[in-house]
């Protein structure tokens, strides 16, 4: 993941807060008042009670503007609106589904995307057709025609011949005794079409009847599970698209139940990318999701941005709305994956076309120098100047080496139709170079928690301050961590902002933010003096305060702004429609 940033400990594991507070009413009834905990990644209030009165910010349980409804499901709880859902379509189905397979309604709802209102309304439209393109019914089969009789002269030379028929009850019994047969079966001289073993004494198969060894089947499906993380599993045998259900595949694995649960994730991954109010965590090894109804639609996505927190550790924010893994607001999601993907495509290539070409003063072409001659031959245009001074060639005479006319008006012209040229170029890495810096500060921050365990420790040492007491240091590492995370994207968010009253008054709370987190830093990497710590320490915690409060006032004002249609930019952003206003 990129720009992806731990935090080691928990948001507020050194404060001592009670989120249940006990009150008795008139009539002598227990009242529980439970406070609303504040989601990782939004600006929540200071609280520290370890620190007397002079560090506490009194606490908010309302929502703040930039900051979204969502909730946190563990994969036991999706597996139950999994289950929900199947039971809602057997329940209309019937008999029907039932006939089928034992797990053949999820079956059928995976094959549509768990889209229960087109499965009910295909499935009464064409039973058959959806249930063979599911994978659960065999396809219908044209009669084989009958073989040619034997001529009479054929019958008279070999003599009556015994012929023995089967009713049609009894192939109607013996299908039926086929498909009710159990999956493991024993079978005698069975050579596996996989593996070609004839030792074999297990089989298994699919209401298709293709007969495969069972450990041929466990390869397949640990193969296909582990491997290419598949959660739908057909049938081994060519042109079968007969699909194995749930205790197929169970059975199939034994006792692998790492492989089993794996696939009970694929199946909860399936789910999930399939309805638009749930995300899987993006985080490694995490099983949660996130249920954001407010952030599933387009639409939504140009009003705020949906920051959440899967339930498996406060560690994990990510944006609901985008791929993008960390929180980047104040930027809405269209203008972030903007940014990014212009970072990843100019970065490198605007610095390079910096520092090694220029542009022809007549055509404007991109050039390099390849030689050692100042005389240089546009290709494009033809046109002949001197690479030193951008002057037109003709006027520097026999001085083929050498350029002495650098105030000559046409050099001087040249010069300045560079700039001008340039001047998109020097834009972009104004603001790059800038939120470039500020990640990096942000990473050097987290490398910073260890330095400030240790400047915590020797707090302890020479002060008579406690281990809470200390905690401000660390405190103020973390925010200044989420304030540096918030400048940077601010730059981004700049850089597309159009000219205007409103660019000025969003670059001013920037300048404000930014001025504050860097005296902040300064103090964290102050040296400890013993006989200042207290004094330090009041600064610390007041700075602190302020940094968070200037912090809020960033998102906010952006998110309001947002609200209330006061951005406007200088190129098309999916989900606007004002119109663009060129950057001068």
């Given amino acids: 993941m990129s720009s992806d940033y731990e935090i080691s400990d928990e948001e507020n594991e050194y404060y001592d807060e009670e989120d249940d507070e006990m009150l008795v009413d008139d009539d002598g009834e227990a009242l529980i008042l439970t406070t609303t905990p504040c989601y990782a990644g939004s600006a929540s209030e200071i609280e520290a009670d370890g620190f007397g009165d002079d560090f506490k910010v009194a606490t908010s349980s309302n929502k703040k503007v930039y900051e979204v409804d969502y909730s946190s499901l563990s994969q036991p709880e999706v597996e139950k609106m999994m289950q929900t859902d199947v039971d809602h379509i057997s329940g209309i189905f019937g008999v029907e589904v039932r006939c089928l397979a034992e797990g053949s309604a999820a079956q059928l709802l995976r094959h549509m995307d768990w889209n229960k209102e087109k499965l009910i309304e295909k499935y009464m439209d064409n039973a058959s057709a959806v249930a063979v393109a599911a994978g659960v019914e065999l396809p219908l089969r044209e009669p084989t025609p009958p073989p040619p009789k034997a001529s009479s002269s054929r019958q008279s030379s070999t003599g009556p011949q015994r012929t023995t028929r089967r009713s049609t009850s009894d192939y109607s019994k013996t299908s039926k005794s086929k498909r009710a047969t159990s999956p493991v079966e024993e079978s005698k001289q069975f050579v596996c079409p996989i593996c070609f073993d004839d030792t074999q004494t297990r089989t298994m198969s699919l209401m298709c009847e293709h007969k495969f060894c069972s450990s041929c089947w466990k390869e397949y499906i640990t193969s296909k599970v582990r491997t290419e993380a598949e959660c739908v599993i057909s049938c081994m045998a060519e042109d079968c698209n007969i699909v194995a259900i749930d205790s197929f595949v169970k059975k199939a694995l034994g006792e692998d139940t790492e492989t089993w649960g794996r696939y009970l994730e694929l199946l909860v991954r399936q789910f999930v990318s399939c309805i638009p109010h749930?995300?899987?965590?993006?985080?490694?090894?995490?099983?949660?999701?996130?249920?954001?109804?407010?952030?599933?639609?387009?639409?939504?996505?140009?009003?705020?941005?949906?920051?959440?927190?899967?339930?498996?550790?406060?560690?994990?924010?990510?944006?609901?709305?985008?791929?993008?893994?960390?929180?980047?607001?104040?930027?809405?999601?269209?203008?972030?994956?903007?940014?990014?993907?212009?970072?990843?495509?100019?970065?490198?290539?605007?610095?390079?076309?910096?520092?090694?070409?220029?542009?022809?003063?007549?055509?404007?072409?991109?050039?390099?120098?390849?030689?050692?001659?100042?005389?240089?031959?546009?290709?494009?245009?033809?046109?002949?100047?001197?690479?030193?001074?951008?002057?037109?060639?003709?006027?520097?005479?026999?001085?083929?080496?050498?350029?002495?006319?650098?105030?000559?008006?046409?050099?001087?012209?040249?010069?300045?139709?560079?700039?001008?040229?340039?001047?998109?170029?020097?834009?972009?890495?104004?603001?790059?170079?800038?939120?470039?810096?500020?990640?990096?500060?942000?990473?050097?921050?987290?490398?910073?928690?260890?330095?400030?365990?240790?400047?915590?420790?020797?707090?302890?040492?020479?002060?008579?301050?406690?281990?809470?007491?200390?905690?401000?240091?660390?405190?103020?590492?973390?925010?200044?961590?989420?304030?540096?995370?918030?400048?940077?994207?601010?730059?981004?968010?700049?850089?597309?902002?159009?000219?205007?009253?409103?660019?000025?008054?969003?670059?001013?709370?920037?300048?404000?933010?930014?001025?504050?987190?860097?005296?902040?830093?300064?103090?964290?990497?102050?040296?400890?003096?013993?006989?200042?710590?207290?004094?330090?320490?009041?600064?610390?915690?007041?700075?602190?305060?302020?940094?968070?409060?200037?912090?809020?006032?960033?998102?906010?004002?952006?998110?309001?702004?947002?609200?209330?249609g006061r951005w406007s930019w200088n190129m098309a952003v999916d989900g606007f429609d004002n119109e663009m206003d060129e950057e001068e």
Avoid at 301 to 318: E, K, M
Avoid at 443 to 465: A, G, N
Wanted: net charge neutral; glycine share 4%; with cysteine.
């Fill in 278 to 564: 749930l995300k899987f965590c993006p985080y490694p090894s995490c099983t949660h999701t996130v249920s954001c109804p407010s952030g599933a639609t387009k639409s939504s996505l140009s009003q705020f941005v949906p920051i959440v927190t899967c339930g498996a550790s406060n560690t994990h924010v990510f944006c609901f709305g985008c791929p993008v893994d960390t929180d980047h607001r104040p930027v809405v999601c269209a203008v972030a994956k903007m940014w990014l993907q212009k970072c990843r495509d100019d970065s490198e290539t605007a610095n390079w076309i910096k520092s090694n070409t220029k542009e022809c003063s007549k055509c404007q072409s991109t050039i390099e120098k390849n030689g050692g001659c100042n005389h240089m031959t546009c290709k494009k245009c033809k046109y002949e100047f001197c690479w030193v001074c951008m002057g037109p060639w003709s006027e520097h005479g026999t001085s083929w080496y050498s350029c002495n006319r650098y105030d000559e008006k046409a050099s001087i012209d040249a010069r300045d139709a560079q700039t001008r040229s340039r001047a998109s170029l020097e834009r972009y890495l104004h603001y790059y170079n800038r939120w470039a810096n500020h990640e990096q500060s942000a990473k050097l921050s987290m490398e910073l928690h260890v330095k400030t365990e240790k400047k915590m420790e020797e707090m302890q040492i020479t002060s008579e301050l406690t281990w809470i007491q200390v905690q401000f240091m660390k405190k103020a590492v973390d925010i200044v961590f989420r304030c540096r995370m918030t400048l940077k994207w601010t730059y981004a968010m700049a850089y597309y902002l159009a000219m205007g009253n409103e660019k000025e008054l969003f670059e001013d709370n920037q300048r404000d933010l930014e001025r504050a987190v860097e005296e902040l830093s300064e103090l964290i990497e102050a040296p400890i003096d013993p006989e200042t710590i207290m004094a330090l320490r009041q600064k610390v915690t007041d700075k602190t305060v302020y940094v968070q409060k200037r912090n809020e006032i960033m998102l906010e004002d952006t998110a309001k702004g947002y609200l209330d």
